[in-house]
């Protein structure tokens, strides 16, 4: 599975949980634990890794982060866990635990896993792309994940490519984005984004499952919620496919089980990108939860 031949201990840090395992060179996962994650407390979250990770003293930690930790300076940025924003994460748990220590970002060990035992496997070029509560994602070129400009790469779903356009505001779905910017895919990609767009269509408040399972059922309004969503969606999936060259587009995230929609979307981005491709682009993890320890594996 990879040059090391020794298990890593893993873990992949969310804003609710830490799932914890033992990753062996074969890819197989043994003592599999989850912790919740204190978010709050720095020295909480750090004695909660060194707990998890005591009796296995001899193995290497690598971290698949819901957040980023800067290539460069070491520094991370973790919204949904506070306590170690700004902090050097690897550094810290350096000074008590004595062994390696990587750490990266979720989406990037999610593309990572794919590229190498999942649905990316048998490509070059994978662009891993998470459509969770909002959405993300990781390049993995020629087999190797691409980690510079802090981080960032890979992540698609930021920049604005819905226009922002006063008096327009009823005719083009653009919304105010986390990370600074207007209209963003991530503003209306992830399961918040497509409750957000159904909302701006007309719709009732409704979960982005009540939103699909509408959509399924031939509700006109959920229908064109679908169709505004697989074609903004699709649209910058097409650039990043242009532009990368993926010829693979695993796909995590929440919405992921909706294949239906990763179908649609497929289809829809496939029309839209500059090479002939009969083959699928856009498919289903095929690693499912387990992609994140196997991704921090290969770090
Ligand atoms: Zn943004």
Not at 22 to 40: C, E, M, N, S
Not at 276 to 293: H, K, N, V
């Amino acid at each position: 599975m990879t040059p090391q031949t020794k298990p890593v201990f893993c873990a992949d840090i969310g804003g609710s949980f830490i799932d914890c395992a033992i990753v062996r060179h074969d890819g197989t996962i043994a003592d599999r634990q989850k912790l919740p994650t204190p978010i709050h407390d720095l020295d909480m979250f750090l004695a909660t890794l060194e707990e998890a990770t005591a009796i296995h003293d001899d193995l290497d930690l690598h971290i698949a982060l819901a957040g980023l930790q800067d290539p460069e300076s070491g520094i991370c940025t973790a919204a949904n866990i506070p306590c170690i924003n700004g902090v050097q994460l690897a550094r810290r748990l350096s000074s008590t635990l004595d062994r390696t220590i990587r750490i990266g970002n979720d989406a990037d060990c999610f593309a990572l896993a794919e590229a190498r035992m999942g649905a990316g496997r048998s490509h070059r070029n994978v662009l891993g792309i998470i459509l969770g509560t909002g959405v993300g994602g990781g390049l993995v070129l020629d087999g190797r994940l691409i980690t510079s400009a802090g981080g960032l790469t890979g992540e698609w779903g930021h920049g604005p490519v819905i226009p922002h356009l006063p008096g327009m505001e009823s005719h083009i779905p653009c919304f105010p984005c986390g990370c600074g910017q207007w209209g963003c895919i991530d503003t209306i990609g992830g399961a918040r984004g497509l409750e957000r767009l159904h909302a701006w269509n007309g719709g009732e408040k409704a979960d982005s499952r009540a939103i699909l399972a509408a959509w399924r059922q031939g509700d006109p309004l959920a229908r064109r919620t679908i169709e505004h969503y697989v074609t903004y969606v699709s649209a910058a999936l097409a650039l990043a496919v242009n532009l990368t060259g993926a010829t693979i587009l695993p796909v995590g995230g929440g919405l992921s089980n909706a294949h239906d929609l990763i179908e649609a979307l497929d289809h829809a981005t496939k029309k839209r990108i500059l090479r002939d491709a009969d083959a699928t682009l856009l498919t289903p993890s095929r690693l499912g939860s387990d992609a994140g320890l196997l991704g921090a594996a290969f770090l």
